[in-house]
C-alpha cells in the first residue's frame, strides 16, 4: 500500500485485486478436491466488505473522492469461509460441483484482469499529471 492522497484508488483497487486473487486460489482448491470426500467448497465475499464500506462512506462525504482519500483501507479485508458446510448433495458429502466452480473461477479470472488494468489505468493518469 502507497501512503500518499494520489494513491487513494489506488490502494482500493489493489486490495480488491488482492481478494480477487485470493478468490482465485480458493476456486482452484476447490476445483483440486472435487472428488476429495468430506471437501467442502471454501469461498470469499470482499464484495459485500467493500459494499459495506461504500454505504457507510456515503454519509459522512459528499464525494466519493473525498471518501476514497478518507477510506481506511485496513477495513477492506474479506475473511474465506466454507460454503454450506452443513450441505452435500452427493454421497461422499463433498459439495463442489465442478461446473459451478469452472464458470466462477473464468468470472473472477475476468474481474482480476479488469482490476489489474484499472490499477494500470490510474497510474498511467498519474505519469500523465506528473508530465512525464
Known amino acids: 500500500m502507497i501512503n500518499s492522497d494520489a494513491f487513494s484508488y489506488i490502494n482500493v483497487l489493489d486490495k480488491a485485486a488482492d481478494a480477487s486473487y485470493t478468490r482465485e486460489t480458493l476456486i482452484a482448491n476447490n476445483i483440486a478436491n472435487a472428488d476429495t470426500p468430506t471437501y467442502k467448497r471454501k469461498d470469499i465475499?470482499?464484495?459485500?466488505?467493500?459494499?459495506?464500506?461504500?454505504?457507510?462512506?456515503?454519509?459522512?462525504?459528499?464525494?466519493m473522492d473525498a471518501w476514497v482519500k478518507n477510506m481506511d483501507t485496513s477495513e477492506l479485508t474479506a475473511q474465506s469461509y466454507t460454503d454450506y458446510a452443513n450441505y452435500s448433495y452427493r454421497i461422499d458429502k463433498n459439495n463442489v460441483d465442478?461446473?459451478?466452480?469452472?464458470?466462477?473461477?473464468?468470472?473472477?479470472?475476468?474481474?482480476?484482469?479488469?482490476?489489474?488494468?484499472?490499477?494500470?489505468?490510474e497510474f498511467s493518469h498519474l505519469k500523465t499529471a506528473i508530465g512525464s
Open 45 to 63: 465475499d470482499f464484495q459485500s466488505v467493500l459494499e459495506k464500506e461504500l454505504r457507510e462512506g456515503s454519509t459522512q462525504y459528499s464525494s
Open 98 to 121: 465442478i461446473d459451478t466452480e469452472n464458470v466462477e473461477l473464468a468470472s473472477e479470472q475476468l474481474r482480476y484482469q479488469q482490476l489489474t488494468t484499472a490499477v494500470s489505468q
